[in-house]
T-cell receptor, first 114, second 113 residues
Framework: KAGVTQTPRYLIKTRGQQVTLSCSPISGHRSVSWYQQTPGQGLQFLFEYFSETQRNKGNFPGRFSGRQFSNSRSEMNVSTLELGDSALYLC?????????????FGPGTRLLVL | AQKVTQAQTEISVVEKEDVTLDCVYETRDTTYYLFWYKQPPSGELVFLIRRNSFDEQNEISGRYSWNFQKSTSSFNFTITASQVVDSAVYFCALKGSNYQLIWGAGTKLIIKP
């Protein structure tokens, strides 16, 4: 089985712009979660989608949003980018219930905001 | 509140030495899950093990072993006969009733040849 894929792998944006990141889960996985990783804050949970519905949300401002499509692929969007949004964004998928299922991660998208 | 503490920021050992990575957690939940992930320089988090709060049995997988002790709220990870390929950042994580993975800060493990 192919693993979790994320596109693009690298991205450079300037402050004020917006960005959309994409994640394709492992085939058969219906739950997709997003995480932000920075040197200062470490790994932080952004949100989780299951069957096209946001099921759980971390403590991030409304500039961070996401969605999931019927084929379980997910996108996350960050509007009005700030320098502090520079990070590695990781997507993880699990089969059904992210509460009990192990999450498998993609390679991440490295976002640099200038 | 839930918290995961990995007090060791960085560990450096010579190849073939045994090394233990510490993980201490805090939670008021009675049902929870503990995880270890490995993050090589490529950035992808690789799943290593999952334990639920009712299973205190230690586990061994090849050179890797895990020691889960609820009495001390610890879930330590030992690599026996370390190899250069084990060099990575290792994360311990906790999932409780808030359904979110709470991560430790990670331990950077450097294995010198």
């Amino acid at each position: 089985k192919a693993g979790v894929t994320q596109t693009p792998r690298y991205l450079i944006k300037t402050r004020g712009q917006q960005v959309t990141l994409s994640c394709s889960p492992i085939s058969g996985h219906r739950s997709v979660s997003w995480y932000q990783q920075t040197p200062g804050q470490g790994l932080q949970f952004l949100f989780e989608y299951f069957s096209e519905t946001q099921r759980n949300k971390g403590n991030f401002p409304g500039r961070f949003s996401g969605r999931q499509f019927s084929n379980s692929r997910s996108e996350m969007n960050v509007s009005t980018l700030e320098l502090g949004d520079s990070a590695l964004y990781l997507c993880a998928s699990s089969q059904a219930d992210a509460w009990v299922e192990t999450q498998y991660f993609g390679p991440g998208t490295r976002l640099l905001v200038l | 509140a839930q918290k995961v503490t990995q007090a060791q920021t960085e560990i450096s050992v010579v190849e073939k030495e045994d090394v233990t990575l510490d993980c201490v957690y805090e939670t008021r939940d009675t049902t929870y899950y503990l995880f270890w992930y490995k993050q090589p320089p490529s950035g992808e988090l690789v799943f290593l093990i999952r334990r639920n709060s009712f299973d205190e049995q230690n586990e061994i997988s090849g050179r890797y072993s895990w020691n889960f002790q609820k009495s001390t709220s610890s879930f330590n990870f030992t690599i026996t006969a370390s190899q250069v390929v084990d060099s990575a950042v290792y994360f311990c994580a906790l999932k409780g009733s808030n359904y979110q993975l709470i991560w430790g800060a990670g331990t950077k493990l450097i294995i010198k040849p």
